[in-house]
Structure formats: structure tokens, C-alpha cells
């Protein structure tokens, strides 16, 4: 009997070896928009809870002033939920994988928020809310009980979502980055939707029994929204669920990840072994690389940048360009309906750079640029803000004998609009590269990727907690109005977007052939 090539022993016909068995292969593109399209559902409550909650808020007796305080739930439930999740999901060994269980149960404990959100009024008025009375307050507690939640499952549907995406595309790289762009996509389509029909008055015509004594019509047309927004989710998260069945954990891959995550789990048992999900997290930042660490810096002025305009876009319409005061005459509704359509248009170029980030990147010579040259884009666009507003008071004309402002000039009006559309540029970029470079920085990381997503978004709340925080005092100090948070916010995105191209570092060397062949992370 002929014996085996250079003295090896022959495999049997069946066998795999561990080594191969043990490196995932990338998943199909279908797979991926699968998972991806989840952001939909997702962004389509995102978007109604920014266009329609401040004026239920309202309706339902809370100042202005507190209601503003309320938005101070989603940075924190990210700050804490989302690293909580990541840690858990990467470590879970259920016979449905490691991600879609907490898929499956954000989506419901979504549909649970939106149901309380939207009946808070009826439920309140049951419990013994007076509707003579212009404060409701247990239809405010319960409001608030579904807000809280509502943030708290949108961030446990993210994280895992995004870090099944990243084990889809099992670590190449241009499957990442399609991954984390379709994913944005996705959330621009969502965006897209969920503007629509907050601005459309006649959905509650279509489920006519929502109003109720306690519920008027734009009570009514909220829920009738958020039964879309169930909808939506519902179908497309089992949708994905179903497709994309997960490898169930092997004992092999177990044990790459026991080693992987070797130095964490030490960090833990000697320095928080109380507190194991927080005690992983401080392992987790003790183990980080400079990569991940010069990220987390970008990402954290990335935001500080972003937040002033998320919180304050609408209303700089109405204030700024328009002229209006809350609460009084015509011309702050009118600018804060523009400002919805600013949106819209926003979230349509959005989805179109998303499509498109792959050229973009190869065009400017690599993603990492591509990131620092769109933050310097964002900069001047926050320092346009002012420019506008500055044009619409010279501008500003008044009926006479009104004190309501008329509509500003046209050239005013377009020129905002068409500055809300620019914006989706570097909004694209946003919601797609930092995760990508996450992903790709926590393969030679001791996190898993779910932890390293949920490091990664605690770069994002906490400035959004330090901009809703300090935001009002420093405007305050500077008048009021919104342009002096659009003045820092423009500083920050100008250090971000220099940091990105001069100090963010490129692959690890063992990646650097894989990635230029795919298009670079230069």
C-alpha cells in the first residue's frame, strides 16, 4: 500500500480538520440585508418619537422645560444597556444562537413601549386623570414608563444587530463594511418612513377606534403610527430570525473565545468579581488597543458635534430661520413642520451615500479619511446654521400690526432645506464607519465584538448626556437661542475630523494585504 505524501497520515474521507471547522466562513449578501433591514423597523419608531412625542408631551401637561429632561433616558439606557447586552451576547449559548434571542426580545419589549406610549392617555384618564385638568399626571407616569423602556429595547435590539452583522461577515473586511453600510441604509429608509407618516394627519382614519374621550386626533394619529411601527418590526425581525439561522456555539469556539477574552476574565475575578457585567467592562477598557482607544476619542468628538443639531434642528427651524416663539402665533409651527421636511431630505441623502460609501472610499483614499474629511464637512455645515440665521433676520418681515413673523424669503427657506440635505452626507458616515472600524479593531481585541459595539456606544451617550446637560446654561450664557451649541458643536467636529486623518491608525499589519484588496482602510 502506497504511502501517504511526504509521510503524513491520510485524513479519512469525512473529517474536518478543527482548524478549518473552527474559521466561519462570510455569509451571503442576502443574509446580510436580511439582518440589516431590521434597522427599518428600528428607525421608524426612532423617527416618530422625534417628530411626534415633545407635542404629546405636551398635550399630556408636561412643561417644556421638563420635557426636555426626558431625553436624558436614551444616552443614559445606552451608557448602561447597550455594553450589558453586548457582554451577555457574546457569551450566550442558546440553542437560537448568540444574538437573535435578545433580537427577538428587544422587538417585543419595543411593541410593549409603543403600546404604552400611545395608550398613556386612555390609561391615565382610567386610573382617575380629570380631562378638565391640563396636567394628566399618572397618563404622564405611565408615558414615561414606556418611554424609558421604548429606549432601553431600542438600544437591546442595536448592539446585537450590528455585532450579528459583524459575525456574518466573519471578519472580512469588505463584507464589514457592506454590513455596517447597509445597516445605515436601512436606518435612512426607516427615517425615511417614519417622517411620513408623522407628518401625514390622517392615519388614524384607518384604525378609528384609537380616538377616544381621552385621546384626540393627534393622539389617535400617534398610535395609529405606532401600530405601523410594530408592524413594521415584527415582520422584519422574524423575517431575519427565521432566514438567518445562527451556528450554535461549538466547544471549540468556546474555547477561542475563553483564550481570547483570557485578560478580561482575569481584570474580573481580581478586580470586580461582585459585578461581572460591569467588572468585564473595566477588563474591557483595560484591554483595549491604541486603535480602539484613538476611536473611542474620534467617535466622542464625533458627537459632541452631533447632538446639538439632533436635539435642537426642529426647533432652530422654528426659532432661528422662522422667527417664532413657542406657543404663540404661527410662524414656530410652521418652521418646526419645515424642519420635519429638512429631515426627510436629510434621511434620503442619507440613504443614498450609504449606498455608495465603498466608491466614496476608494475616491478619497481610504475609509479613515473618508470619516475625517465628511467631520470637516459637518463643521461647516454647523457654522452655515449661523450664517442662515443671520440671513433670515435681515431678512424677517412682519404683517402689519402683528407681531407673528411672515415665512422667510425664499432664498432663506432653500437654503436652510438644502443644508439639511447636505447634512445627510456626513450623518451616512457616521452611522456606518465607527462601527465598521470597531469590528475590525476587536478581532485582535480580548472583547467580542458585542462588547466592543457596547464600548464603542459609550462614546456616544456620554457627550449626548454632557450636550443635553450643559447645552442650556451655555446657550443662556450666550443670549439663548441655539447657535452658540452649533458653535462648539462645529470646534468639535473640525478636532474630530483632523484626529481621524492624522492619528486614527490603519489595520493591524496581518490585515493589511486582506484589506487593500478589498478597497482599504487607509
Not at 45 to 64: D, E, I, R
Not at 160 to 176: F, H, I, N, V, Y
Request: positive net charge; charged residues 10%; hydrophobic residues 50%.
Amino acid at each position: 500500500m502506497a504511502s501517504a505524501p511526504n509521510n503524513q497520515t491520510p485524513k479519512p474521507p469525512n473529517s474536518v480538520s478543527v482548524e478549518t471547522a473552527s474559521l466561519p466562513q462570510p455569509s451571503p449578501l442576502s443574509k446580510l440585508v436580511a439582518v440589516a433591514s431590521i434597522a427599518v423597523g428600528i428607525n421608524f419608531g426612532w423617527a416618530l418619537q422625534l417628530s411626534l412625542l415633545t407635542p404629546y408631551v405636551q398635550l399630556l401637561g408636561v412643561p417644556h422645560f421638563w420635557a426636555s429632561y426626558m431625553w436624558l433616558c436614551g444616552p443614559i439606557s445606552g451608557f448602561v444597556v447597550q455594553p450589558i447586552v453586548g457582554y451577555h451576547s457574546d457569551r450566550c449559548r442558546s440553542r437560537f444562537g448568540k444574538r437573535s434571542p435578545f433580537i427577538a426580545g428587544g422587538a417585543l419589549f419595543v411593541a410593549v413601549a409603543v403600546f404604552l406610549i400611545g395608550y398613556s392617555a386612555d390609561l391615565g384618564h382610567a386610573f382617575g386623570d380629570s380631562l378638565d385638568k391640563k396636567s394628566r399626571p399618572r397618563g404622564v407616569v405611565i408615558y414615561i414608563v414606556g418611554f424609558w423602556i421604548f429606549d432601553v429595547s431600542n438600544n437591546i435590539l442595536q448592539g446585537p444587530c450590528r455585532a450579528l452583522l459583524a459575525d456574518l461577515s466573519a471578519g472580512d473586511q469588505r463584507k464589514t463594511r457592506m454590513s455596517n453600510s447597509l445597516f445605515s441604509f436601512f436606518m435612512a429608509i426607516g427615517s425615511i418612513l417614519g417622517y411620513a407618516a408623522g407628518s401625514y394627519d390622517g392615519l388614524h382614519k384607518i384604525f378609528p377606534f384609537t380616538e377616544t374621550k381621552a385621546c384626540n386626533k393627534y393622539c389617535a394619529n400617534l398610535k395609529s403610527c405606532f401600530f405601523f411601527s410594530i408592524a413594521f418590526l415584527a415582520c422584519l425581525a422574524t423575517a431575519a430570525l427565521i432566514y438567518v439561522r445562527e451556528s450554535i456555539p461549538s466547544s471549540t469556539a468556546a474555547e477561542v473565545e475563553k483564550g481570547g477574552n483570557e485578560g478580561v476574565v482575569d481584570s474580573v475575578e481580581k478586580g470586580a468579581a461582585g459585578l461581572p457585567c460591569f467588572g468585564q467592562m473595566y477588563g474591557a477598557f483595560r484591554e483595549l488597543k491604541r486603535p480602539m482607544w484613538i476611536l473611542l476619542l474620534v467617535t466622542c468628538l464625533n458627537w459632541i458635534a452631533w447632538f446639538p443639531f439632533i436635539i435642537n434642528d426642529t426647533d432652530w427651524m422654528g426659532k432661528e430661520v422662522y422667527g417664532g416663539t413657542v406657543g404663540e402665533g404661527k410662524a414656530y409651527n410652521s418652521g418646526v413642520h419645515v424642519g420635519a421636511l429638512g429631515l426627510m431630505l436629510m434621511s434620503l441623502v442619507q440613504g443614498v451615500v450609504s449606498l455608495g460609501i465603498e466608491v466614496l472610499a476608494r475616491g478619497v483614499g481610504g475609509v479613515k479619511r473618508l470619516w475625517g474629511i465628511v467631520n470637516f464637512l459637518l463643521a461647516v455645515c454647523l457654522g452655515l446654521m449661523v450664517l442662515i440665521t443671520k440671513m433670515a433676520e435681515r431678512a424677517r418681515r412682519f404683517p402689519p400690526g402683528s407681531t407673528d413673523p411672515l415665512p422667510p424669503v425664499t432664498g432663506v427657506q432653500a437654503s436652510a432645506l438644502t443644508l439639511f440635505a447636505v447634512f445627510g452626507i456626513p450623518w451616512a458616515i457616521t452611522l456606518s464607519v465607527p462601527f465598521a472600524l470597531a469590528s475590525i479593531f476587536s478581532n485582535n481585541s480580548g472583547a467580542g465584538q458585542g462588547l466592543s459595539l457596547g464600548v464603542l456606544n459609550l462614546a456616544i451617550v456620554i457627550p449626548q448626556m454632557v450636550v443635553a446637560l450643559s447645552s442650556g446654561p451655555w446657550d443662556a450664557l450666550f443670549g439663548g437661542g441655539n447657535l452658540p451649541a452649533f458653535v462648539v458643536g462645529a470646534v468639535a467636529a473640525a478636532a474630530s475630523g483632523l484626529l481621524s486623518i492624522t492619528l486614527l491608525p490603519s489595520p493591524p499589519p496581518e490585515m493589511a494585504k486582506a484589506v487593500t484588496m478589498a478597497g482599504g482602510f487607509h
